[in-house]
């Protein structure tokens, strides 16, 4: 029989909704309790979903809670992840986990010494379609992979969310927060990353809020909105990066991954299904069928429509990890190589120069449909 595992969410604002709704499908994981600075944040999703609502000091002293999931913002991560672990709990952390490699290894430090587990977000790239073109790849079915694109690219969060202040400010800004999507779906399809090398701006000083009780008020500007990158992988590949708040209309492609044989059309990164084109050397992208891979099929209801949503995935994973010992796919290891390059990205704009990478890490194991279907209840 599975074990089930007690998890307590400290953080209860706008990405919440979906770790509590979609939690309860990984067969071992069980949300029990929630917690937030807002006492009142924390009361209403206690409601909303069952649970019990308590302080952060009494959420890390219950003994139901055996894995912390952290959705603070980013500056938070690093402390209220330490707490948890001093606490004896493991801990599963929305991204950047940290936002330095001194963090990380702080963490990775207390964790070891006491037998716990560090994971991070993003998990979108254990979703079927990233896991599909990790399959054509892995195939051999495009050569080598040599050069790529990726784009990330919009007119800023403040559009949409209601309290956007974070993104803009240290730990936040296009690279730091999209970022991680793209870079750990690229370790995931061709491994790490050698070298980078960046330029950056800001179009803007300050953005206007457009939505909810705080609209019209300015927001500042502390962080780089636009930037771009190549990375040099050490497989040999190279990949230019753009990653933007700054842009209002584009024809770009999330990413593209050029190979010796082939090209391959990845789909975006920040959610778990998607088209998947092929092109071989008649040159021309078709799309091709997706395999029928559980982290594919539409389940959950977002503003513009119904689209694959498994967060949570990483996290189950992680925990399955704790009973067997083996490796888990969003792992301390990874999610530090991806703060790694994100941050040398970001030293190579402010300094004018490349800026090799310290960390490396396997790629994780592929995420088959047979290893999707044993996390589900």
């Not at 979108?124 to 051999?140: C, M, P, W």
């Not at 990330?152 to 803009?168: A, R, S």
């Not at 753009?242 to 190979?259: K, P």
């Not at 084109?277 to 078709?286: I, L, N, Q, S, T």
Request: charged residues 20%; negative net charge.
């Amino acid at each position: 029989m599975t074990k089930e595992y007690g998890v307590g969410i400290i953080g209860c604002g706008n990405i919440s909704g979906a770790y509590f709704k979609l939690i309860p499908i990984f067969n071992n994981l069980k949300v029990v309790a929630c917690a937030d600075l807002n006492p009142d944040a924390a009361k209403a999703r206690a409601e909303e979903f069952g649970v019990e609502a308590q302080d952060i000091d009494a959420l890390l002293a219950n003994p139901a809670v055996d894995v912390v999931v952290n959705l603070t913002i980013p500056e938070a991560h690093y402390p209220v992840s330490k707490r948890a672990l001093e606490a004896g709990k493991h801990v599963y952390s929305e991204k950047p986990f940290v936002l330095s490699l001194e963090q990380g290894e702080d963490l990775r430090r207390i964790a070891d010494a006491r037998g716990l587990k560090v994971g991070s977000a993003p998990d979108t790239y254990l979703g079927g379609s990233h896991q599909f073109a990790r399959h054509l790849i892995d195939s051999g079915k495009l050569g080598k992979i040599m050069s790529g694109t990726a784009h990330v690219l919009g007119p800023g969060m403040e559009m949409w969310h209601p309290n956007p202040d974070f993104f803009f400010a240290p730990g936040g800004g296009p690279i730091l927060d999209m970022g991680p999507y793209y870079v750990n779906n690229l370790v995931n399809l061709i491994g790490p990353v050698k070298r980078v090398v960046a330029l950056a701006n800001k179009a803007k000083q300050e953005r206007t809020i457009g939505t909810g009780a705080r609209t019209g008020e300015k927001v500042p500007v502390i962080v780089a909105t636009n930037i771009h990158a190549v990375l040099e992988f050490a497989s040999g590949a190279q990949i230019a990066l753009m990653a933007s708040w700054d842009v209002w209309a584009h024809r770009h492609q999330n990413m593209e991954l050029y190979g010796t044989d082939g090209a391959i059309f990845v789909p975006d990164p920040n959610f778990f299904g998607g088209t998947v084109e092929v092109a071989g050397m008649d040159r021309e992208p078709k799309e091709v069928e997706v395999w029928d891979h559980p982290l594919t099929r539409h389940n959950y209801e977002f503003d513009w429509g119904t689209q694959a949503n498994y967060r949570g995935a990483g996290l189950a994973d992680m925990m399955a990890a704790v009973e067997t010992g083996r490796d888990y796919r969003c792992s301390l290891d990874r999610s530090l190589h991806t703060i790694d390059v994100l941050t040398a990205i970001l030293r190579s704009a402010d300094e004018g120069r490349a800026v090799d990478i310290v960390t490396t890490c396997t790629q994780p194991e592929a995420f088959g449909v047979e290893e999707a279907l044993a996390l589900l209840r």
